[in-house]
Every structure is written in C-alpha cells, then in structure tokens.
C-alpha cells in the first residue's frame, strides 16, 4: 500500500447502531477519490474519523504514514478539512476570519497577507472581504470554508459536500476548483451528488449503511453496467407475435413489453454479454413488415449504477 | 505560544462583540457602584468608626460583592465552548493545527482576561477616593490580587460546565451550581467536629482563603491554592474535550 491516506478495518459503533463496518480504503498522492453513498451512509462519520475528530471503535488511519491517533498535530497540519454543515464565526470580517485562520495554520506572519488574497482570489470571496460572515449567504459562507482549508496549502483535502448550497454557476466554478487543485492535491471529497463523482473524479468509493459496496473509477463503473446492452424497440406488430419472434433472435438475452402508444409498442431487449443486437432487430421488423419507429439504446447512467449497486448488489 | 496567543486574543475580541459582555458589564457596574456608594456612605458617617478597614468592606464585606463574583463567572464562561459546539464551529477549531490545552487555555484566558477587565473599570473608585483623602493602596492591591484569583477558579469551573453542553443557559445553570458547590465546602466545618479533619475543610474553603487577600495579606499559600484549583479544573475540561462522548 502505498496511499496517501489508509484506512483499515475502520468500525464506528454508536450504543446501538453501527455507524461503520470494518471499511478499508486508501487514496493514493494525487488523486480525487470520491467518496458517494446515499444520505445516512456514514461518510460524514469517516471523515471526522480521517481528521481524527471521531475516534474509531476499532481499526486505524494512516495518513502519510503517520498513525492518526498518536500523530493527530502533524496530520492536522497537511489536512485542510471543509465540514459538512460549513459553520464559521458570524462577527468577524471574511478577511479578518482568513487572517486568523492562516495564524492558527502557521503561516509565516510575513506571508500571511499575501496567502490570504491568494485564497480569497482562488475562491472568489475577494468581493465581500469586508463584508461580516454572519451576512453572507450560503454559497458565499461556503467558499470561504474554502479558502480557509486552502489557506495553509495543505497536501491533503478532505471535503465533506463541497458543492452544497451553491447555485449551478458557483458550482461549476468549484469543480473546476476542485479539479485544479488536483494535480498537486489529494483529495478526498463526499457527495451523494453523482456528476460531481463523474466530473472532478479519478476513482470512487460507493459506501452504504456503513460498508464500502465497490471501487473503481467512475468509467468503469459504468461500463460494469452497461456490460449488457440494453435496447428500446417501439414498432407496429401483434405483441405477442413480435416478442416471440424478438426472443429468437440470435444475441438477445431477454426481452420484457414496456407499453403500448398509437398502435406502437414498446419492448425492452436485453442483449447478451458483447453482443450487438440492433442490426438483427431492424432486419427483422424489415422482413416481417413491421413499422419501426424507435430503436435506442439505453445509456446507463452512473446513477443507474449507484441505484443497482446501493440496492442489490449489498445482498 | 502563538497559537495560544492567537486563540485567546480571537476569545478576548469574541467577548466583546457578543451583546452579553455589556449585560454582564452593566449588571457588574451596578452591582459595584452600588457597593461604593454604600461604602462612602458608612465612611462619612461620624458615628460609625468601622472596626475593619475599607478594603475588607469593598472586597468580600458586602453580600453585593459575592453576588457579583458568583455571578459573573458562568456569565462570562457560559457561551466558550456551548456556543461553538452548537453552531458547530468547535469542528473547525479542532481540526486546527491547535491542541487541546491550547484551546482550553485560551477559552479560560480569554474570559479570565474579561473579567479582570470589568474589575479595572471599579478602579475609578479608589481613584476618586485617592484624589480626596490619602489612602493606603497596599490592602486595596492585594484585594484586586485576590479577587483576580478567585474569580479564575470560578471561571475555570465555568469553562468546564461550557465544554460539557451545547446549551449555554444549560451551562451557565450547571457552573453556577457546581461553583456555589464549591463554595459552600468551607461552610462544612460547622457539621465537623474533628480538628483535624476541620483543617482540611478549611484548607478547602475558597472563602477561607480570600480573607487574607481583603485585609492585604498576601500570602503564597492561597495564591498556591488557586492556582492548583484552577490547573486541576482545566485539566478536567481537557479530558472532556478529548473524551469522544462529548464531542461534536
């Protein structure tokens, strides 16, 4: 193992419910791992635990090597951590809050000033530096959690739903962001939103009800589901007739009847593994007479794949 | 250090924003003006010659005096680590490069710096006094010295009431009881009746201790006493930062 942050065997047990299951994983130097799992699957939980808020039950963090428990000052200080519930100190200015923070981060007092800006800048807070917390909205408060993680150029940033409350603009930017500090960065990023995972990451880790389901990178997650090709056929015909005749064809797998609309119906036709069955649905429906009037492939969805594998594949 | 220094002076400037400092530091005024005037009064008095000297009735001699400093301990403490675990601050403060000590540290730096400033204002008083009739400020020093102390072991307390709860009424009520507590241990010597186990209620009495300090004795024994409470409540409210139970 060489990752930049090593989890093994991690379990959270609350008094009666548990949070986390014996879950491992690492994050290797530089990558965005993202980390999806629906509402209540505990990835706010192991990431306290990364930044050694939470202690773990039973099992260990590495990060750098360095064991989280006995070494949480050094880890802390590679570690910029943005919470899930982004909450800052109302009373106090945007800069004068990112002024502190750079202190509380040892920055050098030479170049706190300098960092600050370079931050504000990055996150697009300069405009309201003057302007009180407690005033800002949310998409605002959020990006300057932002820049506070940034502030002491951690090695490693652990982001508990970045995106959150922010409008679609803001978030594009903070992808973007996100996926800029990657090259020089690693980072951990939690979301229950699926293009994030597909935009901003290399690899994902899917977890739920505090058990890791699969990792991998969001390309071939997708390709494991759409390993079978699924296809939408909508042609005139007697129903029975052209299912009977649709399951015959060489390469089809299954075939189930969707619906039916004008006269036309729908069938969904399941191909085997590698097989193309597009050519012989249309050679079919041409020798037979029968009218086609849609032939689609499905394209699954990384939610797709989220959904099947929160749901079945855990049994 | 820097960090210490950086997070106490962020606690001192916090206090002050908050609309609770100038409550507490009206309710204060009022309560030691109050004091003053009476004391003026008894000392213009002809017929009265107070067998005690002043500073013993500004610092300890009127029951305004100990309501003040009882008071304004779980005032000043109440909202250190309530407010910033209910509003979830406490997630980014921990998740600082900062340990725990220096954190309990300048929470308790913070409010004990306050609570001294609210005294220095009572100053003006023995200023005026000084400006009309000669006064000997060794006794009122040692006062300001003892009352300094005292009031750190009662925000010591206060501080670890706040690290226990995210409500800051829920605080203030449980280190006004724990400090009334440990206020009354001295009371106890009446119920004891061996000598030996009388001194060592006595040693624990924080009043017991105060005396000296009004009269202007100052004595390192109390001040050693204090100053081992306050470590011993600190170092509690480290242990309940780290323990996981009440985090978060």
């Given at each position: 193992m060489?990752g930049?942050?090593e989890?093994?065997?991690?379990?959270?047990?609350?008094e009666?419910?548990?949070?986390?299951?014996?879950?491992?994983?690492?994050v290797?130097?530089?990558?965005?791992?993202?980390?999806?799992?629906p509402?209540?699957?505990?990835k706010?939980?192991?990431?306290?635990?990364?930044?050694?808020?939470?202690?773990p039950t039973e099992?260990?963090?590495r990060?750098?090597?360095?064991d989280?428990e006995?070494?949480?000052?050094?880890?802390r200080?590679?570690?910029?951590?943005l919470?899930?519930?982004?909450?800052?100190y109302?009373?106090?200015?945007?800069?004068?809050y990112?002024?502190?923070r750079a202190?509380?981060?040892?920055?050098a007092?030479?170049?706190r000033?300098e960092?600050?800006?370079?931050?504000?800048?990055?996150?697009?807070v300069?405009?309201?530096r003057?302007q009180?917390?407690?005033?800002?909205?949310r998409?605002y408060r959020q990006?300057?959690a932002?820049?506070?993680?940034l502030?002491?150029r951690?090695?490693?940033l652990?982001?508990d739903e970045?995106?959150?409350?922010?409008?679609?603009?803001?978030i594009?930017?903070?992808r973007?962001?996100?996926?800029?500090?990657?090259?020089t960065?690693?980072i951990l990023?939690?979301t229950h939103?699926?293009?994030?995972?597909?935009?901003?990451?290399?690899r994902?880790?899917?977890?739920?009800k505090?058990?890791i389901v699969t990792?991998?990178?969001p390309?071939?997650?997708?390709?494991?589901?759409?390993?079978?090709q699924v296809?939408?056929v909508?042609?005139?015909?007697?129903?029975s007739?052209?299912?009977?005749?649709?399951?015959?064809?060489?390469?089809?797998a299954r075939?189930?009847?969707?619906g039916?609309?004008?006269?036309?119906?729908?069938?969904?036709?399941e191909?085997?593994?590698?097989?193309?069955v597009?050519?012989?649905?249309?050679?079919?429906?041409?020798?037979?007479?029968?009218t086609?009037?849609?032939?689609?492939?499905?394209?699954a969805?990384l939610?797709?794949?989220?959904?099947?594998?929160?749901t079945?594949?855990k049994? | 250090?820097r960090?210490l220094i950086?997070?106490?002076?962020?606690?001192?400037?916090?206090f002050?924003?908050?609309p609770?400092?100038?409550?507490v530091?009206?309710?204060f005024?009022?309560?030691?003006?109050?004091?003053?005037?009476?004391?003026?009064?008894?000392?213009n008095?002809?017929?009265?010659?107070?067998?005690w000297?002043?500073?013993q009735?500004?610092?300890?001699?009127t029951?305004?005096?100990?309501?003040?400093?009882?008071?304004?301990?779980?005032?000043?403490t109440?909202r250190?680590?309530?407010?910033?675990?209910?509003?979830?601050?406490?997630?980014?403060?921990?998740?600082?490069?900062?340990?725990?000590?220096?954190?309990?540290l300048?929470?308790?730096?913070g409010?004990?710096?306050?609570?001294?400033?609210l005294?220095?204002?009572t100053?003006?008083?023995f200023?005026?006094?000084?400006?009309?009739?000669?006064?000997?400020?060794?006794p009122?020093l040692?006062?300001?010295?003892?009352t300094?102390?005292?009031?750190?072991?009662?925000?010591?307390?206060?501080?670890?009431?706040?690290?226990?709860?995210?409500?800051?009424v829920?605080?203030?009520?449980?280190s006004?009881?724990l400090?009334?507590l440990?206020?009354?241990?001295g009371?106890?010597?009446?119920?004891?009746?061996?000598p030996?186990s009388?001194?060592?209620?006595?040693?624990l009495?924080?009043?017991d201790?105060?005396?000296?300090?009004?009269?202007?004795?100052?004595?390192?024994?109390?001040?050693v006493?204090?100053c081992?409470?306050?470590?011993?409540?600190?170092?509690?409210?480290?242990?309940?930062?780290?323990?996981?139970?009440?985090r978060?």
């Open positions: 060489n930049v942050i989890a093994s065997n991690l379990t959270k047990r609350y009666t419910v548990t949070a986390l299951d014996r879950i491992s994983f690492e290797r130097q530089g990558e965005i791992m993202g980390f999806l799992g509402n209540g699957a505990g706010t939980t192991t990431l306290r635990i990364l930044t050694g808020l939470l202690a099992g260990s963090v990060i750098d090597g360095l989280v006995t070494h949480s000052l050094e880890i200080q590679r570690i910029g951590y919470p899930e519930n982004v909450s800052l109302p009373e106090l200015r945007v800069q004068e990112l002024a502190y202190k509380l981060k040892g920055v007092r030479s170049k000033r960092r600050v800006f370079e931050v504000m800048d990055r996150c697009a300069s405009d309201v003057r009180l917390i407690g005033r800002l909205s998409g990006r300057v932002l820049a506070d993680c502030i002491g951690p090695s490693i652990i982001l970045p995106t959150v409350g922010l409008d679609p603009h803001q594009r930017q903070t973007e962001l996100i996926k800029s500090l990657g090259h960065t690693t990023l939690s939103v699926l293009p994030e995972v597909e935009m901003a990451c290399h994902v880790t899917i977890i739920n505090g058990a990792v991998d990178s390309d071939n997650l997708r390709r494991r589901l759409t390993g079978r296809v939408h909508e042609l005139q015909g007697d129903p007739a052209v299912e009977e005749a649709l399951k015959q064809l060489a390469g089809v075939v189930s009847r969707k039916e609309l004008d006269g036309f119906t729908t069938f969904e036709v191909g085997q593994a590698g097989c193309d597009r050519e012989a649905i249309f050679q079919l429906a041409v020798s037979r007479r029968w086609l009037r849609q032939l689609a492939q499905v394209q969805s939610e797709d794949v989220f959904i099947h594998l929160t079945h594949e049994e | 250090m960090n950086a997070l106490t002076s962020r606690e001192w400037k916090a002050w924003y908050s609770v400092a100038y409550g530091g009206a309710f005024l009022l309560m030691q003006g109050w004091v003053f005037w009476l004391l003026v009064a008894v000392l008095d002809p017929r009265v010659d107070p067998p000297r002043m500073s009735f500004f610092f300890g001699g029951f305004f005096y100990w309501l003040s400093v009882l008071m304004i301990a779980p005032l000043l109440m250190c680590f309530s407010e910033e675990k209910r509003t979830g601050t406490i997630e980014v403060l921990l998740t600082a490069p900062v340990t725990n000590w220096q954190v309990v300048a929470k308790f730096f409010a004990w710096l306050s609570y001294g400033a005294w220095a204002t100053a003006i008083f200023g005026m006094l000084r400006w009309l009739t000669p006064l000997d400020l060794g009122i040692s006062g300001y010295l003892g300094w102390l005292l009031g750190g072991v009662l925000i010591a307390v206060g501080v670890l009431a706040s690290s226990m709860t995210r409500n800051q829920i605080a203030a009520v449980m006004f009881v400090i009334l440990l206020f009354s241990i009371f106890l010597d009446v119920f004891v009746t061996d030996e009388s001194k060592i209620v006595q040693y009495s924080l009043l201790h105060f005396r000296d300090f009004s009269k202007g004795i100052v004595d390192s024994r109390p001040i006493f204090y081992s409470v306050m470590a011993i409540v600190l170092f509690l409210t480290v242990r309940t930062l780290a323990s996981p139970r009440w978060a």
